[in-house]
């Protein structure tokens, strides 16, 4: 289990949005609240775009905690994005601490990250591999359960035909969960998985909050549209420019903050409200 | 402020002290239980003898949290020492994370860690660096308050004429600790000093327990003599050679831990049941 | 490509083998000689028993150069044992440089690690896990082909009903190459392989030296029996234990160093002469 | 001994500069040609400023080597700047490979980094720190002369009371290293200085290339300014943007490259021609 946070909107300083807010992502490395374990600190990474998106994205990641890594905060002080995506950390059992498992992976122009399980990882990822195409294959460099994720997200994008690139993405991500859990059905014994999974193209992102558990409550996710405090937004006046933020964890203790709803995935463009639809279907709730 | 373990006694594996432990040193890197904050993850270090004393002590530190750390999980599963030291740190504001701040430091056989803090160490920084010899000036890497107290106790060894060396060892201490309280107080603003101090040269050890707060209370330490669990002394059987930790917390249920008097420092030896003195003076209590 | 050593022999500190030699390979790691490029920066890797063979091996991983890394430095001092492998690596482009990629891989008591390449790997890597069992395929949890090569020994280990250990480990090598370059033919472009590999369980040792490229030169693989200088060996003088090491580069300008012959394994047993065997069929030569 | 490069100029991207030319930094981390050890493999760092430099700096260090890090490849590619000063290290035997050791150094919105040595360091450092002031001291976390050697910068500046900004940083400069003569004169052996340093505010640079010593060849230092290829300079069409580097080795064939005379600092303001005064008095030459 980990933490992440996702932004979309008007250029903004990292700093303030990871390490600013009284409740930031790295505050969330050591005293997150809605987890049973509070620590996140078996690393973590941060995800940009360069303003002008002719590039793909960077990728700072580290094996370090975040809570103590200076270059995290010397980076976070002085650049700027207007898409940032940010992951601390809790290894599970089954994989080690290394930067090729650290969140989150990148393919393309698209970054991806994940907060909870798999289930029955250790049996279904034979399977999993088996699944997917050479492309996806290829960009499996480390041992997590979310980068083998990824890897079915991007076999589904790649054979996805949509035309809009957001609804491409969440259609991509709706099948990419419908396959884990046959995955984990046929050749798994019945593990529940939680799949809070964020991904984004640098102008449009998707996250999803779902579980299969029995009892129906998926890990914790958050977003926010507006102005969360004067530095993120500052520059939003433009119409279309409305910031959002999606986070496992509010913040701040702004009153504007809102649950994704459970088995839901919310989709962010830059020039519209956030719109939810079915974790496993990408159809309209 | 840090947690810290010492062992004295026949040869044992590094794992059955800071590993199996129930609440082994590593549970301690997540879940210290006698400090407020429960977290020492800014790295970690542990030293150990080979068993002919004939070589300088080794040190594998790391600015890895000790908790997923594979290196030191294979080490300790495979080394065994006869004296060995353990820390893992939480880092103050003032000095970065890096391998030159974990502890333990080294100074030819002697090996040094620390738990606590030098008061208004910022302000006393200079008087004390100016205050020791070149030989304990040339052993400062970096910038804990910690390592600067060893050069204390370096100097105050060298000028010290005392034979046996385990009372070298523990006079010499106890001038490094009244020294740094004179320092404090001459150009410092009254800040409470935390001194638990752990020092051995392979063969002896000396920890101390002591603050000058107006409280009185020092940070916790505790003392076991005896045969831990089946691992830790099972080679045991010989006179004199019984086994004997030192540790920040209990790392057992078992009702034998005491605790180390305040402001006191504890004297091990391999052939006799271990002194106490006073923290100050080095005289017996 | 990368250098690698492995040690048989009497008890010795790993310094006597990675440090002190004239050519040792913290020296390679920096000025190779027998590689177009001399540099082997890329991380390194030591592992090494216990003396009583009771336990898994230690591994001690790391992704900072071998030349400066004052832990291996550290550990080599202290740490002796009568099996140790050493590895610095040179990365290739297709894999990162992260402590899951850095050899020597382990699985239950062996260790194993490579010098060289295999063809084509990044068009084999699927069918090469596709082939393997499940215990071996859930041995890899990094991106180099070394470590799927290992996955094919494994998993013709476990298939094979020879008693002798140390013939069992060699014709599971030779299978291991022969389902490579099968492999290769079959999905691959022709690319040629260097397998350089030495594998070891503690007792026993084998050690390849081959290539399928078309001028029939492989890697540089040589070793040495007998009494190295004084500190390699010094205990050796009971019948059965002469020490042998097997090494990229030679260690030192003693003349008794020679080359493992072309396509071949070299077969180490502590209580014999060295043996060779066809590298492709384990047959003797 | 290290290899460095700064860069003022219009804003572009840090890869334009440490990762694209044909004899990049990172190329010369590995292959420097102007050094008899091509080396330069213990750790590297990268400071650059906020485009509205409204922002102290931000630092990137590692102690990995420049050549494999992914995450300064990731950051270099997307990051742009218009003061960028990057180093990789070639650590000496007196000080250990960790990030407090890393240059470039940061003291307010100042950025220093070191190409050399301070003659007899090792003696000389006690006396160095006595005699600056407590702020500057402060500023010393490591054990490496370089860093020594920005005290020394540090003090002279903030004593200094020219009102231009850049003539204020070469005086303080040229102050620095007269001291610095001086006090391996006084407390030192007779060692030679090599004292290429590479200073600047973000608005402002100054560079000296500088030895006493015998044969008065300091180490190589090269300038560049106007247009290098097509990325950097690119926006640079506005009158007084023109681009200037000043770099250890030649990054690139071009014939516009020029040494930096011995013994002179180069002093670049973004308004203006490169200008040389004496190292040691500041004055025009």
Sequence with gaps: MCRLMLYLGPETRLSSLIVDPKHSLIRQSVHSEEREEPLNGDGFGVGWYANDHSLEPAVFRSITP????????????????????AHVRAATQSSGVNEANCHPFRWRQY??????DVGDFRLVRRQLLASV??????????????????????????????????????QALARAISRTLELVRNVGQGGDSYLNIAISDGEHAVVSRFTDAD?????????FS???YRDVGAKAKRKGTQPVIVSSERLTADAGWAEVPANQIIILRRDRAPQFVDARTAEPR
Tied chains: 1, 2, 3, 4.
Excluded: K
């Excluded at 975040?66 to 995506?85: E, F, G, I, K, P």
């Excluded at 294959?137 to 980068?147: C, K, L, P, Q």
């Excluded at 009892?215 to 977003?223: F, I, N, R």
């Design 226 to 228: 507006g102005q969360l």
């Design 215 to 223: 009892d129906g409550v998926p890990e914790s996710l958050y977003y």
């Design 133 to 170: 195409c050479d492309e996806a294959f290829g960009n499996v460099y480390g041992s997590t359960d979310s980068e083998h994720f990824f890897a079915l997200f991007i076999d589904s994008l790649l054979t996805n035909r949509e035309r809009d690139p957001a609804l491409r993405m969440a």
């Design 111 to 116: 970054l991806c990250m994940h907060n909870g």
């Design 66 to 85: 975040a809570w103590n890594n200076r270059n995290l905060q010397n980076l976070a002080r002085v650049v700027a994005s207007d898409c940032v995506l």
